[in-house]
């Protein structure tokens, strides 16, 4: 996995501008759903090196000044102003952000098209457990929560049609009343009124793996 990421850099040599650009338009999307800032160093023609979280990218009057939060807190931040042309070097403290989109890029299925989705994956399930496990979302979803859902659901039914074919997981499926789907800056699994709650990510870079996808839903059957 470490070569692959590798790889995939190698493949988009990016220059210092070009990169803080990147990673701004990332810090746009973390800060959106909370999370933090790429983190960087930035190595100045002058021997100066400023380290922090990447705030964004911005043009002033013809000069592009990349701004830094070097400390403080959220509502008192201790920022830097840095000109990109001063930059010589950039050190991004995970750099697979660059590789591993933050979003999807698929468009947000429609109310109808998630429904009719999760029909379907459903009544696939019922071969596997024998009877009819209902699929729902917990509540109104907006776009971002369809599309995580909808990114959700293969991966989902795989890891349950998996436990089912268990006989001990059959058992434990077949005292569920049904599955609720949703969505969260954070994915997790929860159980209540006899019904799995799974709540998918929103962010894809923090798409559920199968095996730690089947762990979070074993605990809890």
């Known amino acids: ?14 220059s210092p501008r070009r ?4 990673l701004a338009a990332l810090a746009r999307v973390l800060a959106g759903h909370d999370r933090p800032r790429p983190e960087v160093e930035l190595y100045l023609a002058g021997g100066q090196v400023v380290r922090g979280r990447l705030a964004g990218v911005v043009d002033d009057g013809g000069a592009t000044i990349a701004m830094v939060i070097t400390g403080g807190q959220p509502r008192t931040p201790a920022l830097a102003y840095v000109r990109v042309d001063q930059v010589v070097a950039v050190i991004a403290a995970d750099a697979s952000l660059l590789v ?8 947000a299925p429609s109310k109808l098209e998630l429904a009719r989705a999760l029909g379907a994956r459903a009544e696939s399930l019922t071969t596997a457990l024998g ?3 209902p699929m729902t979302t917990v509540a109104e979803l907006d776009d971002d929560g369809r599309r995580a859902v909808a990114a959700l659901l293969p991966t989902l039914v795989d890891t349950l049609r998996a436990i089912a074919r ?12 049904g ?16 019904k799995l709650v799974v709540l998918a990510p929103k962010l ?3 798409a559920w793996a199968p095996a730690r996808l089947r762990a979070e839903l074993e605990k809890l059957l």
Do not use: C, H
């Open 1 to 14: 996995m470490t070569d692959d990421v590798i790889a995939q850099l190698m493949a988009t040599p990016r």
């Open 19 to 22: 990169l803080l650009e990147d």
């Open 100 to 107: 591993r989109a933050p979003v999807s890029d698929q468009p």
């Open 131 to 133: 009877r009819a496990l």
């Open 166 to 177: 268990d006989g001990m997981g059959k058992q434990a499926l077949d005292a569920l009343a």
């Open 179 to 194: 599955v609720e789907l949703g969505a969260a800056a954070q994915p997790a699994v929860q159980r209540a009124d006899g």
């Open 204 to 206: 894809a870079m923090d």
